[in-house]
């Protein structure tokens, strides 16, 4: 994309705290990306502070103000391309979106989930790997496909579960890496880097890691 910034809309229901990430590493210069509206179906969603502290323009947009989903959809995506948005990030967006809007935006919608998918999509996934036993977690950031939480998986990030963890340890521990892989994922769309086959994400120029992490360890 030369010197060219991305242009990134973000989605958002709640607090934001994947808004801010990648904000802040936009204002870094780590990512070739730029955020330039912020877009809520909550009137009271903290994401909009964020972005107004950091001079993005924040839209909220009622869906009660629509006679049905794809009205809604309709307007946010018109409200989207008015702006040129290339990326659609969604942070915390707590709306299904429809076959219509996925259509509409085929392979330029990029979502952040707290759980190592396929295992536990939807609401959460955190609680929902504690509730099973696992021994590890983590978070995902996929293409957004017309299935929840089912599109090409473009980065993971591993974290333990640790026998003491409750619901709110083991989203603090995955939180810290949501933060580092959603702006890496924008980074590498931004550079042309990700290519979809069938389910997988290839990205150009780097080569898969090959550790393997084991928990409980091997040896005591």
């Known amino acids: 994309m030369g010197s060219e910034l991305l242009k990134v809309g973000v989605l958002v229901s709640g607090r934001g705290s994947n808004l801010q990430a990648i904000i802040d590493a936009s204002e870094r210069g780590e990512i070739q990306a730029q955020v330039v509206v912020v877009v ?3 009137g009271d969603a903290l994401a909009l502070k964020r ?3 950091h001079g993005i323009e924040a839209l909220f947009l009622n ?3 629509y006679p049905n989903r794809e009205a809604y959809e309709r307007a946010m995506g018109d409200e989207l391309e ?3 948005v290339e990326l659609i990030c969604l ?3 707590m709306r299904v979106l429809s076959p219509y809007f996925v259509r509409r935006f085929s392979g330029r919608i990029m979502n952040i989930h707290p759980a190592l998918l396929p295992s536990f999509p939807g609401l959460h996934g955190q609680l929902q ?3 099973y036993g696992v021994k590890v977690s983590g978070c995902t950031v996929h293409f957004v496909d017309e299935e929840v ?3 090409p998986i473009i980065i993971q990030a591993v974290v333990p579960v640790l026998d003491d963890d409750d619901e709110d340890a083991l ?3 995955i939180l810290e890496y949501e933060h580092k892989i959603y702006p890496r994922a924008i980074q590498l769309f931004a550079q042309g880097r990700l290519k979809v086959q069938k389910r997988r994400v290839k990205i150009e120029g780097i080569k898969p890691e090959t550790w393997a992490a084991v928990n409980p360890p091997l040896q005591d």
């Open 82 to 84: 008015r702006r040129g």
């Open 171 to 173: 989203s603090s521990r």
């Open 51 to 53: 972005a107004q502290k």
């Open 63 to 65: 869906p009660d103000a």
């Open 40 to 42: 809520s179906d909550k």
């Open 129 to 131: 790997a504690l509730d």
């Open 91 to 93: 942070a915390g967006y």
């Open 149 to 151: 939480d089912h599109g």
